[in-house]
């Protein structure tokens, strides 16, 4: 990934504190200094200025992140395109399927969450919580796997060249040659399968969300339990029903975009 030329030091400093106190789920100035390596005195002074424009909350000792990120966090996310046509969908989705529907981006290399729904039926609300704060590796996810299938091979290299292939399961693909196949499986049928890849007994299906020239902006999947998951219902029903979802988001969003560009004869 590229790094800049001349990176800012405070700014780095001030980077770092904030990741630290999610990390930690706040801290003392003591224990972010200990944490980061850097004096107390530094520390202090970072947190001072992200409290003075209201990034950060003082309780006594204890410092922690401000509401002001959710803010900004939800600012971005009305804002997204992908988001804003496929809400709606994604909820049909999990009603339809009663399990899990996920709506994901990349960003930095990474699988970013922009949206998740619970059917009726779904498990591991804790967990699927979690992973909305998170960002994923691409290759072991069913939305992961379905961006870096219509990704340029360039930036397939470089993603997996600075992150590896890391395992999560015995059933993670962490062979490079390996992955090739799949993804080229996954353009040619359309869709991805996640089988146990991410958490031992689930599974995920996945499909493209490309914009009118082919590139690709995102990706819907449903994830479900293997005990419901399974034979048709996890090699066809479902694939079918992520297909149709994601087919409908990408015709909103490349209408959108046409509506401007539509000739006027009057």
């Known amino acids: 990934m590229k790094k800049a030329k001349n990176p800012v030091g405070a700014v780095?400093?001030?980077?770092?504190?904030i990741e630290a106190l999610e990390h930690l789920?706040?801290?003392?100035?003591?224990?972010?200094?200990?944490?980061?390596g850097v004096t107390k005195g530094t520390?202090?002074?970072?947190?001072?200025?992200?409290?003075?424009?209201?990034?950060?909350?003082?309780?006594?000792?204890?410092?922690?992140?401000s509401l002001k990120f959710l803010v900004i966090g939800e600012y971005l996310r009305n804002n997204n395109v992908l988001y804003e046509h496929a809400k709606e969908e994604l909820e049909a989705l999990a009603e339809q399927t009663g399990e899990y529907a996920h709506l994901s981006t990349e960003q930095y290399g990474l699988s970013q969450k922009l949206h998740k729904v619970q059917g009726k039926n779904a498990v591991g609300s804790e967990y699927q919580?979690?992973?909305l704060q998170k960002p994923d590796c691409l290759h072991y996810t069913a939305t992961g796997k379905v961006i870096l299938a219509h990704l340029p091979e360039e930036r397939v290299e470089e993603i997996i060249d600075h992150y590896g292939l890391p395992?999560?399961?015995k059933h993670t693909i962490t062979d490079r040659g390996e992955l090739d196949e799949a993804l080229e499986a996954i353009r040619e049928r359309g869709f991805a399968f996640n089988d146990e890849e991410e958490v031992?007994?689930?599974?995920?299906?996945?499909?493209?969300?490309?914009d009118s020239e082919?590139?690709?902006?995102?990706?819907?999947?449903?994830?479900?339990?293997i005990s419901r998951m399974k034979g048709e219902q996890f090699r066809e029903e479902i694939p079918e029903k992520v297909v149709n979802t994601a087919t409908i988001i990408?015709?909103?969003?490349?209408?959108t975009e046409r509506r401007g560009n539509m000739p006027n004869y009057v």
């Open 200 to 210: 031992t007994r689930m599974r995920a299906v996945g499909a493209p969300i490309c």
């Open 167 to 169: 395992e999560r399961t």
């Open 214 to 225: 082919g590139a690709i902006l995102g990706a819907v999947s449903v994830s479900g339990p």
């Open 129 to 131: 919580k979690a992973k």
């Open 43 to 65: 520390v202090h002074n970072h947190l001072a200025t992200l409290q003075e424009h209201q990034y950060v909350i003082n309780r006594g000792s204890e410092y922690t992140l």
């Open 250 to 255: 990408e015709m909103n969003i490349n209408m």
């Open 25 to 36: 789920d706040g801290g003392t100035v003591t224990e972010l200094a200990e944490y980061l």
């Open 12 to 17: 780095e400093t001030t980077i770092r504190i």
